[in-house]
């Protein structure tokens, strides 16, 4: 009997050894960490955990807190919508390796983690931490994951990248999206052996990419979108990183070309590059690499366009030479591209010398060339332009040129033995530059002038070289100039290896011809200007009474549209991007009219259209007038916009000019397109392309009365991210920065499969920094106005940014954004949703009833919610970029459409095509491109970030 007494205490004192070692009292100094994070939280009840004095190890443990032993070793309090601050002395939770509260409303000043040396997993993303401590990362010695993004980090003053992390060895994976760090990246990223995710998008780094880079082991990298102007310098270091699969480059200065052994990057799936500076061709090895997505729109890229492996690939607005893929250039554009290259794309030839005839004779040769009347190159005319480069031997190619003036610049190597081939070249002119021997021999007629190339003057090779008498100035030394700035002497001109001994005699004949020559050269100058001058005066006068419209070239960097006018009664400014009309008011019946591509629209052709306007043909009124459905021969519809006579005032003059200042700029599929205007007497109209589904609003609030079907859940999300790609592009993809100013569901229009476009752009303000605000008198619609504009009448991107938001909380509710018999706490949308987006309930609750809002879907309307939250918060730099929008809604929404594999790479308009051409194949081309514009946005927008957020990628950290 003692035997088995004996027996069951020793079992009982095993049992209690075993639940001292896995349940002991949790160490003092943890659980005050603990307890002091309680307090600093406002919203503590949401940890549920009990009352100080219990035992957070257990048992029972705490939620969301798991322990080793008598140590804390785990937190885990993710999406908990937790309000507060951390506890400063959280760095004594020493045995803590890894800890999750991503995705809450968590602020103040992040306390130290100095000396969590057994740290593994720290997920801090998507909080509002305003600052960081200076040795918050010293010591975290075994670090895998850190993610710090999207917290408003040292707003003020940024803060530099943290070199103590040179000594997390073990780092794999670093996110520090949009958190304002400044300067440039710091060489120990390249070193860190183990680091395979590396991603800054949105911070305001800059410099150049690391040399140290090279043969990383870096397989995701995202340096896109540095505020400031970003990274700069050239990206050939990328080539030569082995293991790269996703680039996201875009929204930076970086410059240079494209490496051409790119094609190496075996692994590379993804390639974005878009809005940079790069120049050059597109290399072979790149176009035959079969990536996922690659996107090289707004970059200075030349030649041809060739055909890709890519499945989405897109280039819009570079300076191809042609508009197709495969198709070669000209003979002529071949070498000029040539002797760019060995120049190094110098940038103001690059964005002169664009598309495929360098000799035509509607606006002249490309800068620096003239040509002869078989339209060939005959004369290189490059003088001091800061040429920094060689010599090319394609320019041997140009049978046609009679002289070459490439003198004071920094032109390096030999001249290319081939250049004897070129027997109509006249003059030859290399002086002032670095040339070295050897010189070929040309033919004895030619012209050399060499002064001023020392290498080449004191070494002999091909030809002896010696420096002529009486040598022209100098360009690098001024004094040595006439202050006559007479032409050189001919004799001076003389060929540098065969110069003669100076014949005083000869020189004074030959300088009193030159004198004649110019004195007759001046006077019939003079005379031609003075006929010009009187010609021009009598056509001003026999001009009819006209406005010409002629679209540019969207690759234009000053993609305007020219407008002349001449009139006895009115007049129109041709100031470069701006117009603005006088004596508007007075009767005239003279006809205005409007060339848009081949096609000419008169109110006469207007008047017919639309059944002279007929009540029938109406699809809406609003403060500018009236908008009639109208239809053309050939079947194609259009809208006309007609302002009422009443209200043409300067304001709407002013709302009139803006629409055809900012339309006349931009061309998105998501902005709707201005076809055209007529002007008669008191009439102003606009033309647009026709939205067959009318107004968002409509469908949102007005969809019973209409009868029309309601709009799902699927097609509000891809309403709302059209929408948002169509801000983006105002905001940061166009060659200016436009803001809004009226975005609402009734500016909203809606195409064939629910397309949205936004629409009337009469209060647009160009931002010539979109980093600080303007001043400008209050306009927009109430319920949509950001509190600083309606406030103060400050504006940025980030005023649209707020109306966007409060478009979102109309697709999510289906309210309207202002209603004044709504209960006066629900009156203006925004304050109220504000009140009810953190609660699941009453989320629920406010959701559309139209909307089947399921466990399934409800993922997505939280997502959703949430952002719209972020688009209205009341600090204007608390709301996200629209860039974010775009990638937050594409993850969404490529869930509800169908995949399609097919590459279509349209994207915009052939000017040069009639309309009903242009707007058929647009419409083509939309509803081919929507099932993976998705995807292909999800890179092309300004800050990447994933619903699920960056830590839900290592959910295997999140072990319990």
């Given at each position: 009997?003692?035997?088995?007494?004996?027996?069951?205490?020793?079992?009982?004192?095993?049992?209690?050894?075993?639940?001292?070692?896995?349940?002991?009292?949790?160490?003092?100094?943890?659980?005050?960490?603990?307890?002091?994070?309680?307090?600093?939280?406002?919203?503590?009840?949401?940890?549920?955990?009990?009352?100080?004095?219990?035992?957070?190890?257990?048992?029972?443990?705490?939620?969301?807190?798991?322990?080793?032993?008598?140590?804390?070793?785990?937190?885990?309090?993710?999406?908990?919508?937790?309000?507060?601050?951390?506890?400063?002395?959280?760095?004594?939770?020493?045995?803590?390796?890894?800890?999750?509260?991503?995705?809450?409303?968590?602020?103040?000043?992040?306390?130290?983690?100095?000396?969590?040396?057994?740290?593994?997993?720290?997920?801090?993303?998507?909080?509002?931490?305003?600052?960081?401590?200076?040795?918050?990362?010293?010591?975290?010695?075994?670090?895998?994951?850190?993610?710090?993004?999207?917290?408003?980090?040292?707003?003020?003053?940024?803060?530099?990248?943290?070199?103590?992390?040179?000594?997390?060895?073990?780092?794999?994976?670093?996110?520090?999206?949009?958190?304002?760090?400044?300067?440039?990246?710091?060489?120990?990223?390249?070193?860190?052996?183990?680091?395979?995710?590396?991603?800054?998008?949105?911070?305001?780094?800059?410099?150049?990419?690391?040399?140290?880079?090279?043969?990383?082991?870096?397989?995701?990298?995202?340096?896109?979108?540095?505020?400031?102007?970003?990274?700069?310098?050239?990206?050939?270091?990328?080539?030569?990183?082995?293991?790269?699969?996703?680039?996201?480059?875009?929204?930076?200065?970086?410059?240079?070309?494209?490496?051409?052994?790119?094609?190496?990057?075996?692994?590379?799936?993804?390639?974005?590059?878009?809005?940079?500076?790069?120049?050059?061709?597109?290399?072979?090895?790149?176009?035959?690499?079969?990536?996922?997505?690659?996107?090289?729109?707004?970059?200075?890229?030349?030649?041809?366009?060739?055909?890709?492996?890519?499945?989405?690939?897109?280039?819009?607005?570079?300076?191809?030479?042609?508009?197709?893929?495969?198709?070669?250039?000209?003979?002529?554009?071949?070498?000029?591209?040539?002797?760019?290259?060995?120049?190094?794309?110098?940038?103001?030839?690059?964005?002169?010398?664009?598309?495929?005839?360098?000799?035509?004779?509607?606006?002249?040769?490309?800068?620096?060339?003239?040509?002869?009347?078989?339209?060939?190159?005959?004369?290189?005319?490059?003088?001091?332009?800061?040429?920094?480069?060689?010599?090319?031997?394609?320019?041997?190619?140009?049978?046609?040129?009679?002289?070459?003036?490439?003198?004071?610049?920094?032109?390096?190597?030999?001249?290319?033995?081939?250049?004897?081939?070129?027997?109509?070249?006249?003059?030859?002119?290399l002086s002032y530059n670095n040339l070295e021997p050897p010189f070929p021999n040309f033919h004895d007629d030619l012209k050399i002038i060499i002064t001023g190339n020392p290498l080449l003057l004191n070494k002999t090779g091909g030809s002896p070289s010696p420096m002529p008498i009486n040598s022209p100035p100098s360009p690098q030394n001024p004094s040595q100039s006439p202050s006559s700035h007479k032409p050189p002497i001919p004799d001076q001109s003389s060929r540098a290896n065969q110069?003669?001994?100076?014949?005083?005699?000869?020189?004074?004949?030959?300088?009193?011809?030159?004198?004649?020559?110019?004195?007759?050269?001046?006077?019939?100058?003079?005379?031609?200007?003075?006929?010009?001058?009187?010609?021009?005066?009598?056509?001003?006068?026999?001009?009819?009474?006209?406005?010409?419209?002629?679209?540019?070239?969207?690759?234009?960097?000053?993609?305007?549209?020219?407008?002349?006018?001449?009139?006895?009664?009115?007049?129109?400014?041709?100031?470069?991007?701006?117009?603005?009309?006088?004596?508007?008011?007075?009767?005239?019946?003279?006809?205005?009219?409007?060339?848009?591509?081949?096609?000419?629209?008169?109110?006469?052709?207007?008047?017919?259209?639309?059944?002279?306007?007929?009540?029938?043909?109406?699809?809406?009124?609003?403060?500018?007038?009236?908008?009639?459905?109208?239809?053309?021969?050939?079947?194609?519809?259009?809208?006309?916009?007609?302002?009422?006579?009443?209200?043409?005032?300067?304001?709407?003059?002013?709302?009139?000019?803006?629409?055809?200042?900012?339309?006349?700029?931009?061309?998105?599929?998501?902005?709707?397109?201005?076809?055209?205007?007529?002007?008669?007497?008191?009439?102003?109209?606009?033309?647009?392309?026709?939205?067959?589904?009318?107004?968002?609003?409509?469908?949102?609030?007005?969809?019973?009365?209409?009868?029309?079907?309601?709009?799902?859940?699927?097609?509000?999300?891809?309403?709302?991210?059209?929408?948002?790609?169509?801000?983006?592009?105002?905001?940061?993809?166009?060659?200016?920065?436009?803001?809004?100013?009226?975005?609402?569901?009734?500016?909203?229009?809606?195409?064939?499969?629910?397309?949205?476009?936004?629409?009337?752009?009469?209060?647009?303000?160009?931002?010539?920094?979109?980093?600080?605000?303007?001043?400008?008198?209050?306009?927009?619609?109430?319920?949509?106005?950001?509190?600083?504009?309606?406030?103060?009448?400050?504006?940025?991107?980030?005023?649209?940014?707020?109306?966007?938001?409060?478009?979102?909380?109309?697709?999510?509710?289906?309210?309207?954004?202002?209603?004044?018999?709504?209960?006066?706490?629900?009156?203006?949308?925004?304050?109220?949703?504000?009140?009810?987006?953190?609660?699941?309930?009453?989320?629920?609750?406010?959701?559309?009833?139209?909307?089947?809002?399921?466990?399934?879907?409800?993922?997505?309307?939280?997502?959703?919610?949430?952002?719209?939250?972020?688009?209205?918060?009341?600090?204007?730099?608390?709301?996200?970029?629209?860039?974010?929008?775009?990638?937050?809604?594409?993850?969404?929404?490529?869930?509800?459409?169908?995949?399609?594999?097919?590459?279509?790479?349209?994207?915009?308009?052939?000017?040069?095509?009639?309309?009903?051409?242009?707007?058929?194949?647009?419409?083509?081309?939309?509803?081919?491109?929507?099932?993976?514009?998705?995807?292909?946005?999800?890179?092309?927008?300004?800050?990447?970030?994933?619903?699920?957020?960056?830590?839900?990628?290592?959910?295997?950290?999140?072990?319990?």
């Open positions: 009997m003692e035997g088995v007494q004996i027996e069951e205490v020793f079992i009982l004192f095993c049992f209690c050894l075993i639940t001292t070692v896995s349940f002991g009292a949790t160490n003092p100094n943890d659980v005050k960490v603990l307890n002091d994070f309680r307090k600093g939280l406002e919203n503590p009840e949401l940890l549920k955990w009990p009352e100080e004095g219990d035992d957070p190890c257990g048992p029972p443990l705490w939620p969301f807190v798991y322990c080793s032993g008598d140590r804390v070793n785990q937190i885990q309090a993710k999406n908990l919508g937790l309000r507060g601050s951390l506890p400063q002395n959280f760095n004594q939770l020493s045995e803590l390796y890894n800890l999750g509260l991503q995705r809450n409303n968590l602020s103040g000043m992040l306390p130290s983690f100095s000396g969590l040396s057994k740290l593994e997993f720290a997920f801090l993303d998507y909080n509002k931490f305003d600052s960081i401590p200076s040795d918050f990362f010293s010591g975290l010695s075994s670090l895998r994951v850190l993610s710090l993004e999207e917290n408003p980090l040292n707003m003020s003053s940024g803060w530099l990248f943290p070199m103590d992390l040179e000594k997390s060895v073990q780092l794999t994976n670093l996110s520090l999206v949009q958190c304002n760090l400044v300067g440039p990246l710091p060489d120990f990223l390249g070193t860190l052996p183990s680091l395979t995710n590396l991603r800054l998008s949105g911070n305001k780094l800059s410099g150049a990419i690391p040399a140290t880079f090279a043969q990383s082991s870096i397989q995701v990298l995202w340096l896109n979108n540095q505020e400031g102007g970003g990274l700069s310098g050239p990206i050939d270091v990328i080539a030569s990183m082995p293991f790269l699969r996703q680039v996201w480059l875009h929204g930076n200065r970086l410059t240079g070309s494209i490496p051409q052994n790119i094609g190496n990057l075996t692994s590379l799936q993804e390639l974005n590059l878009n809005s940079n500076q790069l120049v050059g061709l597109i290399p072979e090895s790149l176009a035959l690499m079969d990536l996922d997505i690659l996107v090289l729109n707004n970059n200075m890229l030349m030649g041809p366009i060739p055909k890709f492996k890519a499945a989405n690939v897109s280039y819009d607005y570079n300076l191809f030479c042609q508009n197709e893929p495969g198709l070669e250039c000209g003979p002529q554009v071949t070498i000029l591209l040539d002797f760019l290259d060995k120049m190094n794309y110098p940038s103001f030839l690059v964005s002169d010398w664009s598309g495929d005839e360098p000799c035509t004779r509607s606006t002249g040769s490309w800068f620096g060339l003239s040509c002869n009347s078989n339209s060939e190159i005959s004369i290189i005319n490059l003088p001091r332009h800061k040429l920094n480069g060689t010599l090319s031997p394609s320019l041997a190619k140009l049978d046609s040129l009679r002289q070459i003036r490439l003198s004071g610049n920094n032109i390096t190597g030999s001249v290319p033995t081939n250049f004897t081939k070129l027997t109509s070249l006249e003059l030859l002119d110069s003669k001994p100076n014949d005083l005699k000869r020189f004074k004949t030959a300088a009193i011809v030159a004198g004649i020559v110019l004195f007759t050269l001046v006077a019939l100058l003079v005379v031609y200007l003075l006929l010009c001058c009187r010609k021009k005066k009598k056509a001003s006068l026999d001009a009819p009474s006209s406005i010409v419209v002629h679209p540019r070239n969207p690759s234009d960097p000053d993609n305007i549209v020219k407008i002349a006018v001449s009139t006895a009664t009115g007049s129109l400014s041709t100031k470069t991007g701006t117009s603005s009309l006088s004596n508007i008011s007075g009767e005239t019946q003279n006809s205005h009219m409007i060339e848009d591509g081949n096609l000419v629209i008169s109110i006469q052709v207007l008047r017919k259209v639309t059944n002279d306007f007929a009540s029938e043909n109406e699809l809406g009124r609003g403060g500018f007038g009236t908008v009639y459905r109208g239809e053309l021969e050939d079947g194609t519809k259009i809208a006309v916009k007609r302002m009422e006579h009443g209200v043409i005032t300067s304001k709407a003059i002013e709302e009139f000019q803006a629409e055809i200042a900012v339309l006349s700029k931009v061309r998105h599929r998501h902005l709707v397109s201005m076809l055209g205007y007529s002007i008669e007497g008191n009439e102003r109209l606009l033309v647009y392309e026709y939205m067959s589904l009318g107004a968002l609003s409509q469908h949102l609030f007005h969809w019973k009365s209409l009868n029309l079907e309601p709009l799902s859940w699927s097609k509000r999300l891809a309403i709302a991210l059209d929408v948002a790609r169509g801000i983006e592009y105002l905001h940061s993809l166009a060659r200016q920065t436009f803001i809004h100013r009226d975005l609402k569901s009734s500016n909203i229009l809606l195409g064939d499969d629910f397309r949205a476009k936004v629409s009337d752009f009469g209060l647009v303000k160009h931002a010539p920094d979109s980093e600080k605000s303007v001043v400008t008198k209050l306009a927009g619609t109430f319920g949509y106005l950001a509190p600083e504009y309606a406030v103060m009448g400050k504006i940025t991107t980030k005023v649209d940014v707020f109306s966007y938001g409060v478009v979102l909380m109309e697709l999510l509710t289906g309210l309207v954004a202002l209603d004044e018999s709504r209960p006066e706490e629900s009156r203006y949308l925004a304050e109220w949703f504000w009140r009810i987006k953190s609660s699941k309930e009453k989320l629920m609750a406010a959701i559309d009833p139209v909307v089947e809002a399921s466990e399934e879907t409800f993922e997505s309307i939280t997502i959703v919610a949430e952002l719209a939250g972020h688009c209205t918060a009341r600090e204007a730099h608390h709301r996200p970029d629209m860039g974010h929008a775009v990638n937050v809604l594409s993850a969404l929404v490529e869930k509800w459409q169908p995949v399609d594999d097919e590459l279509d790479c349209y994207s915009g308009i052939d000017y040069t095509r009639p309309l009903p051409q242009m707007l058929q194949i647009w419409k083509e081309a939309e509803s081919k491109e929507f099932s993976y514009a998705s995807s292909l946005d999800n890179s092309r927008s300004s800050i990447a970030a994933r619903p699920t957020g960056f830590a839900d990628s290592f959910t295997s950290a999140d072990a319990r």
